[in-house]
């Protein structure tokens, strides 16, 4: 199909498409209907529509949207204002200008946003959705997806399952929402959230907390003021610079801290809190937790079993790195907490790795994620 407007197809083109329709006037839009098609227009205010399978359709005019029908094909836009959109599977949909915005509904396919308020989207599993700009978020909904933003408060979220999420510049979260994901946030002020289980949420700058929620989850900063929390149990919480706090909320989970004045909590049972840095403080308040810390303030709660067989806590104990507790003098990076009988006393490496058997395949992993 071609317009009356149609321009001259070169041998090359007759080669590529069985069909070609071309516009370069205002108000001129252009539409194919076969497929190995093309459909391009040059000037404002006019659309382009593709219907067929393995095709192609341009614009190059501000509020002149693009969209393809057919798997296999592709959507470009290069002007503002100009929405963009690939409905079929293994589809591209492409924009470059400022409130462009891109989308594809089918699996397998790429959405790409470049200029400012240009957000773009993907629908279908294992596709990848990218921007860079500002203001422009980027979200993947399928399950296998990637979403990624390159601009300022630009956030980016992955709803399904083994997704992953990303951003690189200030002011930017990210999160994720499914199961074995992965969420980063790589400059200041960006906050990172994973919300199922088996995930990672991870920061790299200043005032750029990190969380995660679901069970088997790790939480990582590194950055001046950068939190981290994981409420799941058997997860791991760590943090790298100063002021930069810890806290695990699950049973078997573990928080670490290294940096000036950088605290760390664990509040389920069996669990470690470990820190390393001037003027940190240490705590465990779970039954059957361990402490350890390089210098500091450590603080750690002692429980007992009541005649009808109850779990209660006895008292809290605190002290300083060098000082006693109940008899027992706390030095530099080792690990001390309550045994069974109720004894404060240091622990071995293999009574920890018993502690969280249990939780691990093997002893090597275990060493591995408690840093023994």
């Not at 501000?62 to 690939?86: E, F, H, M, Q």
């Not at 499914?178 to 790299?204: C, I, Q």
């Not at 590194?222 to 100063?242: F, H, N, Q, V």
Request: net charge neutral; glycine share 10%.
């Amino acid at each position: 199909m071609e317009t009356s407007n149609s321009k001259t197809i070169t041998e090359g083109e007759k080669t590529r498409y069985k069909s070609y329709s071309y516009t370069e006037e205002a108000w001129a839009p252009s539409v194919t209907l076969n497929d190995d098609s093309k459909s391009e227009t040059k000037i404002f205010r006019s659309p382009s529509v593709t219907f067929g399978n393995k095709s192609e359709s341009n614009t190059y005019g501000v509020y002149s949207p693009s969209v393809t029908l057919g798997y296999k094909s592709c959507s470009y836009i290069k002007g503002g204002s100009s929405p963009s959109a690939a409905l079929g599977d293994y589809s591209k949909s492409y924009t470059e200008g400022g409130r462009s915005s891109s989308a594809t509904l089918g699996d397998k396919s790429e959405s790409s946003t470049e200029g400012r308020c240009a957000p773009s989207a993907t629908l279908g599993g294992e596709s990848k959705s990218y921007t860079k700009g500002w203001f422009s978020p980027s979200a993947a909904l399928g399950n296998k997806s990637n979403s990624e933003t390159r601009g300022r408060l630009s956030p980016s979220v992955a709803l399904g399952d083994y997704s992953k999420s990303k951003t690189r510049e200030r002011l930017s979260p990210s999160v994720t929402l499914g199961d074995y994901s992965k969420s980063e946030a790589k400059e200041d002020f960006s906050r990172s959230a994973t919300l199922g289980v088996y995930s990672t949420s991870a920061t790299n700058g200043v005032y750029s907390p990190s969380a995660t929620l679901g069970t088997i989850s790790d939480s990582y900063t590194e950055g001046i003021c950068s939190p981290s929390a994981t409420l799941g149990y058997d997860s791991k919480s760590k943090t790298k610079g100063d002021h930069a706090h810890s806290v695990t909320f699950g049973l078997k989970s573990q928080s670490y801290t290294e940096g000036k004045e950088s605290y760390s909590v664990t509040l389920g049972w069996d669990s470690i809190s470990s820190t390393k840095g001037e003027g940190a403080i240490t705590c465990a308040f779970g039954k059957g937790s361990i402490i350890r810390a390089h210098e500091g303030d450590i603080v750690i709660a002692e429980y007992y079993r009541t005649e009808e067989g109850k779990i209660k806590r006895k008292k809290i104990h605190a002290a300083k790195v060098g000082e006693e507790i109940l008899g027992t003098t706390i030095e530099p990076d080792k690990p001390y907490g309550f045994d069974e009988e109720g004894k404060f006393r240091e622990f071995t490496k293999e009574e920890i790795l018993e502690i969280f058997k249990p939780y691990y395949k093997n002893s090597r992993t275990i060493l591995e994620k408690l840093k023994l």
